[in-house]
């Protein structure tokens, strides 16, 4: 049989090192591990695809809310600003009865009266607008579809006539009971 040579020196302690015989490490354990790797890392790379085309998808759907709400809300600011510039306030205040005020007088804190008021100016009759008392406007509701006195034709200081029965008024008994 063939005998290998004895080896010395530098060469002893290395082949010391390898282990002695003719061993074959199994393949079929390191293959499964490469292939199981190499499987895991691609799933992995595919979930981790999907997830950042989701987010992406979000990311857009959330970019167009934002730009929805804000056109609404440069919208409605501009509604805002248009019921507060001061011709559209002083349109309001006059539809609503009001007049503008007279001069002002303040009051120190020692209780002294600065200034000369003044009254408000009256506004003419053909100025004032046709405003209905609240009650005019409760009234006209309960009835239906009957239009109510306007306070033109009721004379100022005097109650309104109503088509309501007076809860105070007293009825006649029925006989029999």
């Not at 503008?100 to 003419?124: E, H, I, R, T």
């Not at 607008?129 to 409760?138: D, G, H, T």
């Given at each position: ?51 950042l085309s989701e987010g992406s998808f979000k990311m857009d ?117």
């Amino acid at each position: 049989m063939s005998r290998k040579p004895e080896l010395k020196g530098r060469a002893a302690r290395l082949a010391r090192l390898f282990p002695a015989g003719p061993r074959q490490a199994a393949r079929t354990p390191f293959v499964l591990l490469v292939v199981l790797l190499l499987g895991g890392g691609l799933i992995g790379l595919l979930v981790l695809n999907s997830a950042l085309s989701e987010g992406s998808f979000k990311m857009d759907d959330l970019r167009r809310d934002t730009k929805g709400l804000t056109d609404e809300e440069q919208g409605l600011q501009r509604d805002i600003d248009s019921y507060s510039a001061p011709d559209a306030l002083q349109r309001r205040a006059r539809e609503l009865g009001m007049v503008p005020g007279g001069d002002p007088a303040f009051l120190n804190p020692d209780g002294a009266v600065k200034g000369v008021p003044s009254a408000a100016a009256q506004q003419s009759v053909q100025e004032a607008p046709a405003v209905r008392p609240p009650e005019a406007l409760m009234f006209s509701q309960t009835i239906g579809s009957s239009p109510s006195p306007a306070p033109s034709d009721t004379p100022p200081g005097s109650p309104a006539r109503s088509a309501a029965p007076d809860p105070t008024a007293t009825t006649p008994e029925t006989p029999g009971r």
